[in-house]
């Protein structure tokens, strides 16, 4: 008879062993020191609960290419899986462990009763529509959404043949949107199978949309307040002209910053005057990226960071921000973490010393996850909300998480070490409660 080498628990400590040192553990640990939560305690709520690798074969141009996805079901000891799927060439499994756990983290400090997860797609558009593109003879983009439309089937259906509908409840994040969330509902016809539904779709949230730039202009506006500085004093660069970069660029400008600079993957605009951001989003949508849209006065991603700006606002990937440009970051007064994790731990010790304020992804980038809290209980059956009461309650839950994380500062040492207190205890006390610890 077959006997398993390993034993199940030393399996899983081999297997976690091997995920590389990250910001959230690290800053983890440092609030378990504090909040003296045992060692024990805190690798239950800090490690994932399960890990699921999935093979999705496609065919395109009459072959097959097999895609790598994963999804990480964090923690839900305080509702279901919540997080969104990422599409990206450089996914992998810790990235995504580590955004899943970003997510449990996220949804306890902003005090929603959700849990934490992630998916992660691995795909290399570019690279995969060389390859095709004589075959097929079609455009870049159309390409994309036409292999990404295939990739999300094979993906949906995995999703339901493992049983995961409403045990992990997805969203859009990077290279995912509302158009890759409707093939959920387009196979279950249930509305709180998946949030960042399009306009119009059974259960679909006014504001969702635009929530996540939305939360990051607020959370941003409220840091000025706090500090006593007019949004008018204030220029901004931003990294990422997405879904969430697009609309934080929109409502600052709305509240009155100049926004100077902006870069996507592909090019960058610099007008020291103040980019015209509705003019540039139309751009976008029209062209699917920046590249163009003044060729005259362009800026790369890595000039973009060392620019003299009071604010930083990184909306694209991870780790942007490390020990090796971090001396030479233009900032003058706060990074927001509008992207998941951008700065890095060392990163993160280095702006502290030289007094450059943070505030953590947790809280920045959680009006997305407020928003879909709120898709979420509409599609099981509640009320309908409009965009108004949508904005209404984003504002006071994020008054309320500045609040928390205010009170405990000073003795936490940052803002985000403050956001990892909160976030800790209100996870500890659940599990507690739940007799999972
Ligand atoms: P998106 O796919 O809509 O846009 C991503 C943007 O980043 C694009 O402009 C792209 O060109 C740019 N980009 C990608 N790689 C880059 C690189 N290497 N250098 C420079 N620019 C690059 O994604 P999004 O939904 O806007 O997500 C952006 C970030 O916000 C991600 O870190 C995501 O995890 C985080 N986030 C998103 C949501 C959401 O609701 N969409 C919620 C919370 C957090």
């Not at 640990?29 to 305690?41: E, M, P, V, Y």
Request: proline share 4%.
């Amino acid at each position: 008879m077959y006997e398993p080498r390993v034993r199940t628990k030393s399996m899983e400590r081999f297997v976690c062993s091997k995920e590389p040192q990250n910001r959230s553990e690290r800053l983890l640990q440092d609030s378990a020191k504090r909040l003296k939560i045992s060692r024990a305690a805190l690798e239950q709520i800090e490690k994932p609960y399960t890990f699921i690798y999935q093979r999705l074969p496609v065919e395109v141009g009459g072959e097959v290419i097999n895609i790598s996805s994963g999804i990480v079901l964090h923690n839900r000891a305080r509702g279901p899986f919540k997080g969104g799927i990422r599409i990206a060439p450089d996914v992998n499994i810790w990235e995504t462990n580590e955004l899943a756990r970003l997510m449990t983290l996220k949804t306890a400090l902003a005090d929603l009763e959700l849990g934490g997860g992630k998916a992660g797609i691995r795909v290399n558009f570019e690279k995969i529509y060389d390859q095709f593109k004589d075959k097929l003879k079609q455009d870049f983009y159309p390409f994309c959404d036409m292999l990404k439309d295939h990739i999300m089937k094979e993906f949906v259906d995995h999703f339901i043949e493992r049983g995961l509908v409403h045990i992990y409840i997805p969203a859009p994040d990077m290279g995912s949107s509302a158009r890759e969330m409707m093939l959920f509902y387009n196979k279950t016809h249930n509305p709180a199978v998946v949030t960042g539904k399009p306009e119009g779709i059974e259960g679909w949230l006014p504001g969702r949309h635009e929530a996540t730039g939305f939360g990051t202009a607020y959370a941003i506006a409220k840091y000025l307040e706090y500090i006593g500085k007019a949004p008018s004093d204030v220029t901004v660069a931003i990294q990422g002209f997405g879904n969430v970069g697009s609309h934080a660029a929109y409502y600052l400008n709305d509240f009155g910053c100049k926004i100077v600079a902006i870069t996507d993957f592909y090019g960058g605009v610099h007008h020291e005057e103040g980019i015209d951001v509705v003019e540039l989003m139309e751009y976008a949508r029209e062209k699917r990226n920046i590249k163009g849209y003044d060729d005259k006065r362009t800026i790369d991603n890595e000039s973009l960071f060392r620019m003299p700006v009071d604010i930083m606002v990184p909306a694209a990937c991870g780790h942007v921000i490390d020990k090796d440009n971090c001396d030479g970051l233009g900032t003058r007064l706060l990074v927001a973490e509008a992207a998941n994790m951008p700065v890095s731990f060392e990163a993160f010790i280095r702006l502290k010393e030289k007094g450059i304020e943070i505030l953590p992804d947790t809280y920045v980038n959680s009006g997305g996850a407020i928003a879909s809290d709120l898709e979420y209980k509409q599609g099981l059956g509640g009320m309908r909300y409009s965009r108004e009461e949508v904005f209404a309650h984003m504002r006071l839950r994020f008054d309320n998480i500045f609040e928390s994380m205010l009170e405990i500062k000073d003795q936490a040492g940052s803002f985000i070490q403050a956001a990892s207190d909160v976030a800790l205890k209100r996870l500890y006390q659940a599990m507690k409660t739940r007799s999972l610890i």
